[in-house]
């Protein structure tokens, strides 16, 4: 079937990837100027990295991320441990499937990289405005009709949205809402954290009002920083405010959330977090207000994933693996699909599928808002089954580099390790060069995707 995925993220590459290695033909319209966008660092929990491991993705990402060794939860005032969680061995062994946290762009990049080598048609700069499956529509073009800003039309027998929390295939159900929550966040080196501090643990401070979370992106190079507080002033100005709708940059005045209120709420905090607080960039706040999961996710032809169908939080740092459960529930579903008389009920099997477990996920709130902790051993995964178990087990010997047209042959690896500047693979280690052959790629036919990367790679003028 040809298949249109509007959005090229975490979730929309998925799916594409997925789709394509069970013999779809698929096109990938983004509106960027180019694939593999920078942003915050990822954590990828076993219910993610599994559906990776299914793609013949999960050694390339543990190449370019890494893989923290504990989880520590610490009283935000006094930096007493409150509770621990073994992200190592014996969870990889628990859930079948590891802990990994990688670089947005990085993760973005390797995705596109293995798209291309799928034969997935990478369109960027491809705004989509709307999608069209009237019966019109589908007469005259064949199929359903995305029409991009720039008058370009797509048809399709499946169009799959993963372009956002404001799809273009659905107006926005409700509005947002939230308690005052704000967010900054930032990247700092190895050099930053005391000599004390372990660089390969995910340490989360917490108290009433305030927490504050850092974790490796780059075991031994860098670590991400995000502080989460709320805000007194939301009661008295809320969504009235320059910054009531959504993330932008802080400003003076009565916008709520910026940066005095940011170190006022960790003005108490224990010594490392104010530390890490002095850190983080003023310039950007995300502001977290929530938004209700769409009451449907699929209309005929056309079916939404990731945040466009159901909005995270950003509690259980779950959005990047929900959207990559939700491609490879789409992939499952649409695996016997052979023609366009299937597509509805695939793709109403795929909400029904998946949107029990995506509320209760965009529902829950981490430990900062339960409670007190009970006291349990580092390796007692009881209240994490739930989130982290893969909603696939994943069979014995699942692929790593191993996946479809060659990819996990010598020569590939071979090639691979050239392209990153770095052979063997350490775990924690990730490798300071590697070339993100999507960012070269221009929309052309898949017969000379291949020659055009070996031109961008080798540094050849594409013409």
Not at 45 to 58: C, S, Y
Not at 425 to 433: S, V, Y
């Amino acid at each position: 079937m040809e298949i249109v995925v509007i959005g090229g993220g975490v979730g929309g590459l998925t799916a594409a990837l997925a789709l394509a290695l069970g013999g779809h033909r698929v096109q990938v319209l983004e509106r960027a100027p180019r694939f593999a966008q920078g942003g915050p660092g990822l954590r990828l929990a076993p219910n993610a990295t599994a559906v990776l491991a299914r793609l013949g993705l999960l050694d390339q990402v543990l190449d370019v991320g890494s893989r923290p060794r504990r989880a520590r939860l610490r009283d935000l005032g006094s930096g007493a441990e409150l509770a621990a969680l073994d992200l190592g061995a014996p969870l990889t062994a628990r859930y079948g499937a590891p802990f990994v946290v990688v670089g947005r762009e990085d993760l973005l990049c390797l995705l596109a990289d293995a798209c291309a080598d799928a034969d997935v048609e990478l369109r960027p700069g491809r705004e989509a405005t709307s999608v069209d499956q009237s019966t019109l529509a589908s007469s005259v073009m064949g199929g359903a009709v995305v029409t991009c800003a720039d008058g370009r039309m797509y048809a399709a027998d499946v169009v799959l949205t993963a372009d956002g929390a404001q799809p273009v295939a659905r107006a926005p159900a409700g509005g947002q809402a939230g308690d005052g929550w704000a967010a900054y966040r930032g990247t700092v080196p190895v050099d930053a954290l005391a000599a004390d501090e372990a660089a390969d643990e995910v340490v989360a401070w917490t108290g009433p009002d305030a927490h504050f979370t850092r974790y490796p992106i780059r075991v031994g190079e860098a670590y991400e920083q995000v502080a989460v507080f709320r805000s007194h002033l939301y009661p008295l100005v809320g969504a009235a405010s320059p910054g009531g709708a959504g993330q932008g940059h802080a400003a003076a005045g009565l916008d709520w959330g910026g940066p005095e209120e940011l170190d006022e709420a960790f003005s108490w905090a224990a010594e490392p977090v104010r530390t890490g607080v002095g850190l983080l960039r003023r310039d950007r706040c995300w502001r977290m207000l929530d938004q209700a999961p769409m009451p449907s996710w699929a209309d005929g032809r056309v079916a939404l994933l990731g945040d466009a169908a159901h909005p995270m939080p950003a509690y259980l740092a779950q959005g990047a693996c929900q959207a990559i459960e939700d491609a490879d529930a789409l992939a499952g579903m649409l695996a016997d699909v052979q023609g366009p008389e299937g597509v509805a009920a695939a793709l109403a099997g795929y909400q029904a599928r998946r949107a029990p477990r995506a509320i209760r996920v965009s529902r829950a709130r981490q430990v900062w808002e339960s409670g007190p902790l009970p006291r349990r051993p580092a390796d007692d995964y009881a209240a994490s089954d739930w989130l982290y178990a893969p909603s696939r087990p994943l069979r014995a010997g699942a692929p790593g580099r191993a996946g479809a047209r060659g990819r996990g042959s010598a020569g590939a690896r071979e090639r691979g390790a050239r392209e990153r500047g770095s052979g063997a693979r350490t775990q924690g280690h990730m490798p300071k060069f590697r070339v993100c052959r999507a960012r070269f790629l221009r929309p052309t036919y898949p017969r000379r995707r291949r020659w055009i990367a070996d031109c961008a790679i080798a540094g050849t003028a594409i013409r």
